[in-house]
């Protein structure tokens, strides 16, 4: 069985930073693709960002790229998104997801494996 457990979320002033981290328990952490979604009251749940299982390949949706970094470390099996220039559009609950598919997927509807989310609000 495998679990996600995030952390890192809180309550930061516009321009300030978090880093988020999930850590998986079970499973085979090294062969997943990984990423992180989130989701804000009344939207649709949305990609932020996605890492291959050598952290090789990195993808972003636009809203995070030069400010958002997903990163990963195999050996300890936690997966993390480092969160620069917060703005307050980006206030949601983040969740990170996994799946053995190695296209690194970067819809919600193709991980297996999920968090239960953060929550991240960026006030003004």
């Known amino acids: 069985q495998v679990h996600l457990q995030e952390s890192g979320g809180g309550l930061v002033q516009a321009g300030a930073s978090l880093r988020l981290s999930c850590e998986v328990f079970g499973g085979s952490f090294s062969d997943y693709s990984m990423a992180w979604f989130r989701q804000s009251p009344g939207k649709e749940r949305e990609f932020v960002a996605a890492?291959?299982?050598?952290?090789?390949?990195?993808f972003y949706a636009d809203s995070g790229k030069g400010r958002f970094t997903i990163f990963r470390d195999n050996a300890k099996k936690i997966l993390y998104l480092q969160m620069d220039s917060l703005r307050p559009d980006d206030t949601a609950v983040y969740s990170c997801?996994?799946?053995?598919?190695?296209?690194?997927?970067?819809?919600?509807?193709?991980?297996?494996?999920w968090g239960q989310g953060t929550q991240v609000t960026v006030s003004s």
């Open positions: 890492v291959s299982w050598s952290g090789g390949r990195t």
């Open positions: 997801a996994g799946d053995s598919d190695n296209t690194v997927p970067r819809t919600a509807a193709r991980y297996t494996y």
